[in-house]
């Protein structure tokens, strides 16, 4: 029997703690979003009962909720709320990747660490948790209906776009004889959580226009469309990333009908991301399940088992060799948030005003 240290050693949880935190960090250097001091205003309309925000984002009301039930009411205070949050829920992705065993690091190496690194403040790192989630459960092969159901109804409380378009990617990925029990309850899920998200929007009284609502507006589509088609490959690394060698790997040395899943997978989570203009921010979420069911298939290959170390170094060298390549309204590989304070210059302000009185 494994001790305690073997352990946690083996499930790679150490590892995947430090690593995440050197990536989001010192590699990809996390950035809060442009207008979260603007959602930092949304809990005081709230608890006025006067909402002047129209923007769909009211629709994700994690962090707003969270600054409500504390009462927060100083913006600083509200953003190391945000990080600390943030550092929460990657401590808890860290922890539910144990059933990846050796391989759970390589789900660290996704598109999705980018998104929550450069976009902090907005309600991705939970959607990442619960995709994940949802996506064990559907691996496990277990009856965890109810497990599902609220994973399910949460996520799309947090996101329903994002729900809507892992339903689809996941129906295709999910084994057929579980193919029924996955749509009625991720399909209850989205009905309760949609009908939530209405109540909850008719309690604050907001007036603006929803996600789907916005998808309409005039060259949303057109503008989605001619991102993606004219970055298709920086897209494509920008959900995969390090893992993208792996995948190719795989379909070579795998049968066609597993392929086939893959790439219908695939392109369903690239015709979804054609009518966001969030393009890579989309995308890496949407092939969250691609990359956990790969990475799962993993251990089912000999030559990459008997290949595993060499194969974890080439990944790691062509991820930090390439480094994030990001399609958000223009081509990034820095953050687009850089309109307020930087990060690293909030934790020394903050730390500096509370220990004023001592250093002096």
Wanted: hydrophobic share 50%; with cysteine; charged share 15%.
């Amino acid at each position: 029997m494994k001790s305690k240290i073997e352990k946690i050693l083996y499930d790679n949880l150490f590892v995947n703690i430090l690593l995440t935190i050197f990536l989001t960090h010192i590699f990809y250097k996390i950035s809060f979003i442009n207008r979260i001091q603007g959602e930092f205003l949304l809990i005081e309309q709230i608890k006025s009962g006067s909402i002047d925000s129209t923007q769909f984002y009211v629709e994700s009301p994690l962090f707003t909720l969270i600054g409500v039930l504390f009462d927060i009411n100083n913006f600083d205070i509200y953003l190391l709320f945000v990080y600390l949050i943030t550092l929460i829920f990657l401590f808890l992705i860290t922890i539910n990747l144990k059933f990846l065993e050796n391989y759970s690091t390589l789900f660290l190496l996704t598109g999705w660490v980018v998104t929550v690194s450069w976009f902090m403040g907005h309600v991705d790192i939970l959607s990442v948790l619960l995709i994940l989630l949802i996506t064990k459960i559907t691996i496990s092969k277990n009856n965890q209906e109810l497990k599902l159901l609220f994973f399910y109804t949460l996520l799309t409380i947090n996101h329903n776009a994002i729900a809507f378009v892992c339903f689809f990617v996941l129906l295709i990925l999910v084994e057929k004889e579980q193919r029924i029990r996955f749509i009625i309850f991720s399909f209850l899920g989205q009905v309760f959580g949609n009908l939530l998200i209405s109540i909850y929007l008719n309690t604050i009284n907001f007036s603006g226009r929803g996600r789907l609502r916005f998808v309409f507006n005039d060259n949303v589509i057109l503008d989605s469309v001619n991102f993606v088609s004219e970055n298709i490959f920086v897209v494509v690394w920008s959900g995969f990333m390090g893992m993208l060698i792996l995948q190719l790997v795989l379909s070579i040395t795998t049968d066609w009908k597993s392929n086939r899943k893959f790439l219908i997978s695939l392109l369903i989570s690239l015709f979804f991301t054609c009518i966001a203009l969030d393009t890579s921010r989309i995308f890496s979420l949407s092939v969250i399940p691609i990359s956990i069911y790969t990475i799962d298939r993993l251990k089912n290959s000999k030559f990459i088992r008997e290949n595993l170390s060499y194969l974890y170094i080439l990944s790691f060298t062509i991820l930090f060799i390439i480094g994030p390549r990001y399609v958000h309204g223009s081509y990034l590989n820095i953050s687009p948030n850089n309109e307020i304070e930087s990060f690293y210059n909030f934790i020394p302000r903050i730390i500096n005003s509370i220990m004023s009185g001592i250093w002096n």
